[in-house]
């Protein structure tokens, strides 16, 4: 092919324009940041600034009330039960008073009240320590505040478990599947070597629906967005006395718990 | 330089042999943890490291006390660390290559380990720390590798690698000070939560990496024509004495700190480690043995006359090694995880495979320091006696 300096400079010139643009627009995507949880919500989606949940402990009657939100959650995420406490994964549980406010025990408080269970899960802190030193941003913040676990990412150094403060992260110490009962295909599974936990059912809310254990709990747990003052969350805390846990972390829990008092109060 | 590995007398061979062995079986049981996954090992969700991890911290200790040679050699001119200097270099390239296998035979997913290279994230200790002992690895083999062969051909040194060796200085404080971060910066481990444990760090391993060196010293001593001359061994022990009685002193403050205040939540690893919790003590003894150990190092290394005598010296180098051993490769690491956050007490202890799997990465880090410290000797030997040239 012959080709004179004209066409040269021409097809030279049109290239590095073409060059520029390529780099320029590769380049303003990165700075942007591609956030993972980057996506075209659905028009049912419940969406919030910054997700919270607030328990309500006077619900929680029987055994069954408690038994029924974990089994919901748990059931739905496909959490295996291995029957050890050794290679236990949990993504919400129980504990009694003095081992959820560690350092508030108090030996005169109503014998009912030592006794009874709290749920626990993860607190989806606005300061998440797990977020802080994960090498790899496996764990990451979502801008609705939920902290996320990508299991794929995820290489198993569990620097997170050693930073929560709250015991709610749990490790795939052994193949899960072989422990799950009956397995739900609209949630993955997860491989060995990896930690999970509670994810707010994030899954659930792009679509329009409450978490699960918040749908079992027959108004136990009330689940909504902290910056919206005229969210449920933000009634209920604003008439009853609530307490967090180790909120002295300087954290920012954002699960709510209300002990005190009878039914009527919320 | 690397032939003089191959050839060795029946002593360096039955002991390469002996050492590969314990490395084929460890690995044999490590293809078995990755099949089966981690719960191989006594971890638990309540302690999530173990065994494998405090390995890796004490050998940062191991690694770092180099820079107790190098200062002296090459900052202050003191000449007689000549001919032992380089087997604290090379110390540091088999301890850091130990670090290494230890936090990869912890990982859940080993094979995804280019993600923290992949994903950089700079607010992560774990990346500073894999960015350190990288770092620390090469300047060793590069520092250690051109000196001898300086030595070999009897020439100095070149010049560009002096700034490399002053770098190592401040390099040697940083992989232990990055250690140290990875727990002192836990929101909820009261344990670990202290501003003195990065000096902690330190202290114990300008007193664990130097009493090993002696030993390591006075064996090729016994064993091959290598001698490091009785006043380098003075003088390191020395070192050893300060570092052990300050390292002793840090220790003490963090025992007064939680005795004193009678916080809770400081005093319950403390309780946990000494005098066991709510029924749970696995650990007591063997603390208790670290303690007693210190104490008679600590007396052996104090007084001149035993710190003089060899024998009485080779005793404290071995209760300084076993007792920071004790300490930082079981007590610190498993002692923060107890109780757990919610204040229970779940109890560790290393399984099996995990003790062999251990013992084979122990065994790669002494056979990859057999072979460096064969080749110093071939070469010493090839050039005869003397000062180095540098």
């Not at chain 1, 081992?99 to 009912?112: A, I, K, S």
């Not at chain 2, 000070?177 to 114990?204: E, K």
């Not at chain 2, 390292?247 to 403050?253: A, M, P």
Request: with cysteine.
């Amino acid at each position: 092919m012959k080709m004179d300096r004209r066409e040269f400079l021409r097809i030279a010139g049109l290239a590095g324009l073409g060059l520029g643009i390529g780099t320029g627009a590769s380049g303003w995507i990165l700075s942007r940041g591609i956030e993972a949880s980057e996506f075209i919500p659905s028009p049912n989606a419940l969406t919030a600034k910054r997700w919270a949940m607030v328990v309500v402990l006077s619900k929680f009657k029987t055994e069954e009330d408690y038994k029924r939100v974990i089994d919901a959650c748990h059931r739905f995420h496909n959490v295996p039960d291995i029957g050890n406490p050794k290679d236990e994964v949990k993504w919400i549980w129980t504990d009694t008073y003095e081992h959820v406010f560690v350092g508030q025990e108090n030996e005169y408080l109503p014998e009912e009240f030592k006794e009874r269970p709290f749920p626990l899960l993860c607190n989806h802190c606005t300061k998440a320590p797990c977020v802080r030193v994960c090498p790899t941003k496996a764990t990451f913040k979502r801008k609705d505040g939920i902290t996320m676990q990508d299991y794929h990412r995820c290489i198993g150094c569990r620097f997170c478990m050693a930073a929560c403060p709250y015991g709610a992260r749990s490790f795939n110490w052994r193949d899960p599947r072989p422990f799950i009962k009956e397995t739900n295909p609209s949630y993955p599974t997860r491989t060995k070597g990896v930690v999970e936990k509670c994810t707010y059912c994030v899954e659930l809310l792009e679509n329009g629906e409450m978490p699960k254990c918040v749908q079992a709990s027959k108004g136990g747990l009330i689940f909504g967005d902290l910056m919206d003052p005229n969210s449920e969350v933000r009634k209920v805390l604003s008439e009853n006395f609530s307490m967090r846990r180790k909120a002295e972390m300087g954290t920012g829990p954002s699960v709510f718990y209300i002990i005190g008092g009878g039914e009527e109060d919320v | 330089m690397f032939e003089k590995a191959l050839v060795g007398g029946r002593r360096y061979w039955t002991l390469v042999a002996v050492l590969l062995a314990i490395i084929g079986i460890g690995f044999l049981v490590y293809l078995k943890q990755l099949s089966y996954g981690l719960g191989i090992t006594g971890m638990s969700r309540d302690v999530s490291w173990g065994f494998y991890i405090s390995q890796f911290t004490f050998l940062v200790g191991v690694a770092a006390s180099a820079v107790m040679l190098v200062i002296p050699y090459y900052l202050h001119n003191y000449k007689k660390f000549s001919r032992i200097v380089i087997l604290g270099e090379f110390l540091a390239v088999s301890a850091v290559t130990m670090c290494i296998l230890f936090i990869f035979v912890d990982m859940g997913q080993p094979m995804r380990i280019m993600n923290v290279i992949l994903h950089p994230t700079p607010n992560s200790i774990l990346f500073w720390d894999s960015v350190v002992l990288t770092g620390y690895l090469l300047l060793n083999i590069i520092i250690g590798w051109t000196t001898l062969q300086a030595e070999w051909k009897e020439t100095a040194p070149p010049k560009w690698v002096k700034p490399l060796i002053y770098l190592s200085i401040p390099w040697a404080i940083s992989i232990h000070t990055v250690t140290a971060f990875i727990y002192a910066g836990l929101p909820g481990r009261h344990f670990w939560l202290t501003a003195i444990m990065a000096a902690r760090f330190l202290a114990s391993a300008f007193a664990s990496g130097p009493a090993l060196l002696i030993l390591l010293a006075l064996i090729l001593r016994k064993y091959t024509t290598f001698d490091p001359g009785r006043e380098p061994i003075l003088a390191v022990s020395k070192i050893v004495a300060y570092a052990m009685v300050t390292n002793v002193f840090f220790f003490l403050l963090e025992v007064f700190t939680a005795g004193y205040s009678q916080v809770p939540g400081h005093l319950a690893s403390f309780e946990y480690l000494f005098f066991g919790l709510e029924g749970h003590g696995r650990l007591v003894p063997l603390m208790w043995i670290s303690i007693l150990l210190a104490i008679v190092a600590i007396f052996l290394l104090v007084v001149p006359a035993t710190r003089r005598n060899e024998t009485t010296l080779k005793v404290a180098c071995i209760a300084v090694f076993i007792s920071l051993w004790i300490d930082k490769g079981f007590g610190l690491v498993i002692g923060g995880f107890i109780p757990n956050p919610l204040e229970r007490v779940f109890e560790y202890w290393p399984t099996l495979p995990e003790f062999i799997i251990s013992l084979a990465v122990w065994a790669t880090g002494f056979l990859i320091l057999t072979i460096l410290y064969k080749i110093v000797i071939s070469v010493r030997e090839s050039i005869g006696p003397g000062e180095p040239a540098h």
